[in-house]
């Protein structure tokens, strides 16, 4: 998939109606191509319903979204072959094997059978599962199964990066690595937008919007959202703040 | 629709069944269990029926009626009662099916050319025996009651009797009535739908129970192609399921199979893939592994079993059911398969059965793929 100009990701007015339920409320934002962006937000926020609209997993009530310039409603099979997803549900199949397990998702996404051995060298390298090839996904440790579900997501080299809550329910350390895993890709030019709930991921983000009740409540670069509250605010603060805020206006 | 796309599916689903033993175990064990069942245990033939006599009358007449029913193979006798009471005994924990009184003043009516009569009594609590057993009776003491009178008109001299009329039966097919050879090959239709609805039933909801669904809806692959690699891989484990029962009826049963192996196999893949779409609709419909197990088990093991005119025959339903066998794929299985096992009979004949299976496979097929589009947009 050749890259193309303009933003790696493209959010206008975008809404989702579940009957009279708004999960996603006017929502407009830019993704640039390299960027780490970060989706922070409580639960039920509508993170994870923006993020699949995004995937082509739910089609949009009203608004427009363009991912890698391919149009969300109209062109899904093309936004399909420009990203990797992974959701915080864990999702590979758990009676197959590590290496079987890439294999099938190398042949989803159409890798071509020569340049195979090379794509799932390089994701059983990235997830740090040498030597685990012939390992039954079961029994695998939930971070590894993590960086595992990463691998599969990236075996047909996408240009963009979609991860839903990917290290919860994952230990700190094991967290930390995933990130790491994060800035590597993104040093090699791949667009990453992550959603999270946990304030010091928030942190690592290239520039991130806060989403509170469907709608974006602040967006910027973790370095503005904090200044924008006063010195010395924390991730924290300015997460609390704007809630206050945006509950403030609508009362 | 991508091949690298359809190999990946296939092969994964493939690697599914081969893990899972439990379900594997099941389809290849299914087959054997119920053909075991079936071929030893369910005969409808009713012959050696146990039969209690009482004879009252100890005369050489008496005798002689004893004698036809030893001599019958559909009669076995098991006492010659010298109380009437025993044979309700008898009857009542069913150690006797037939009992058989012949009473006290038998040799002097018949000598005296009255009505002579034989008391016959049957367990109606197993009615199909009974009605079968009855006629074998009446047939048997008719028979000795023409004899004896053919013999009286000699006797007196008056020339021959007119000859009655002689019934020549001649079965076409399976001309020993074997009742397995024809539930042998009818089993065939209702293993494959049970193999083939239940399993897939189960192979669409799993994939949304674990979550791996949304993970597959990311991926470029399309419904088309996800439902094509599963129906492939579950088309494989259904044809192995044939070829046991094939292999098992005709050399462990000794079922006769006249008729084309080629047509055989063309019908059973026929048959095999709308069932096999039958299971991936409900699953897709459904979407909960458990919901999808238990409508595929109704709406396909009993209609094959029931309707199917696998063991209870068609014309003797009521004519409201008669109507609804019509739209049982597995009532024109059963049909190609007695056609080609029992009667050998071809193409020209069973033509009519083909494109019925063969519509039924397009329209459950278009069907599946389009419930699949829309649950999977």
Known sequence: MQPRNGSAVEVRSLVKRFNSFVAVDRVTLDVARGEIFGFLGPNGAGKSTTIRILCGLLAPTEGSARVHGFNVATQPELVKKSIGYMSQKFSLYDDLTVEENLEFFSGVYGVPRNVRPLRQAYALKMAGLEGEEHTMTRLLAGGWKQRLALGCAILHQPPILFLDEPTSGVDPIARRQFWDLIYAMAESGTTVFVSTHYMEEAEYCHRLALMYKGRTIALGTPAELKASHGPGATMNDVFIASIEHEEAESR | ?377
């Not at chain 2, 008719?142 to 053919?150: F, G, N, T």
């Not at chain 2, 002689?166 to 193999?195: C, Q, T």
């Not at chain 2, 079922?255 to 299971?279: D, H, T």
Request: aromatic share 10%; proline share 4%; glycine share 6%.
């Open chain 2, 1 to 377: 629709m991508s091949f690298r796309r359809y190999s990946a599916i296939f092969r994964k689903e493939g690697l599914h069944i081969l893990r899972d033993w439990r379900s594997l175990a099941m389809a290849l064990g299914v087959p054997i269990l119920l053909l075991i069942l079936f071929g030893y245990a369910l005969t409808l033939d009713v012959d050696r029926i146990p039969t209690v006599i009482y004879d009252q009358d100890g005369s050489p007449q008496s005798r002689e009626v004893v004698e036809r029913f030893r001599g019958s193979r559909f009669f076995s006798i098991v006492e010659r009662q010298g109380d009437y009471r025993e044979i309700i005994r008898r009857i009542d924990n069913s150690t006797a099916l037939v009992g058989v009184v012949i009473p006290r003043d038998f040799a002097r009516k018949v000598a005296g050319n009255e009505v002579a009569e034989v008391q016959l009594l049957f367990d109606g609590s197993d009615s199909n025996t009974a009605s079968i057993a009855a006629g074998y009776a009446e047939a048997l003491v008719l028979a000795y009651s023409s004899e004896l009178r053919e013999r009286q008109v000699i006797r007196r001299g008056a020339g021959k009797m007119p000859p009655p009329i002689d019934a020549r039966v001649r079965v076409v097919y399976n001309n020993e009535l074997k009742s397995r050879n024809f539930i042998v090959p009818g089993l065939i239709a209702v293993i494959l739908m049970i193999i083939a609805a239940l399993l897939t039933s189960l192979t669409i909801a799993r994939e949304w129970e674990n979550g791996t669904m949304e993970q597959l809806l990311s991926t470029p692959v399309r419904p088309t192609e996800l439902l094509l690699g599963k129906l492939s891989a579950y088309f494989v484990l259904g044809m192995a399921d044939m070829a046991i029962a094939l292999a098992l009826g005709v050399s462990v049963f000794g079922v006769p199979m006249r008729g084309s192996l080629l047509l055989l196999i063309f019908a059973s893949a026929l048959y095999l893939f709308g069932a096999l779409c039958w299971g991936i609709l409900l699953s897709t419909v459904t979407r909960s592994q458990l919901l999808a197990f238990q409508v595929a088990l109704i709406s396909s093991f009993l209609p094959a079993f029931l309707l199917s005119g696998f063991i209870f025959a068609i014309p003797d339903m009521p004519f409201v059911i008669q109507q609804f066998t019509r739209i049982v794929p597995a009532r024109y299985f059963v049909a190609l398969l007695k056609g080609i096992f029992l009667k050998g009979v071809g193409v020209s004949v069973l033509w009519a059965d083909i494109l019925f299976l063969f519509v039924y496979a397009v329209l459950v097929f278009a069907l599946a793929s389009r419930t699949m589009r829309q649950k999977m947009a």
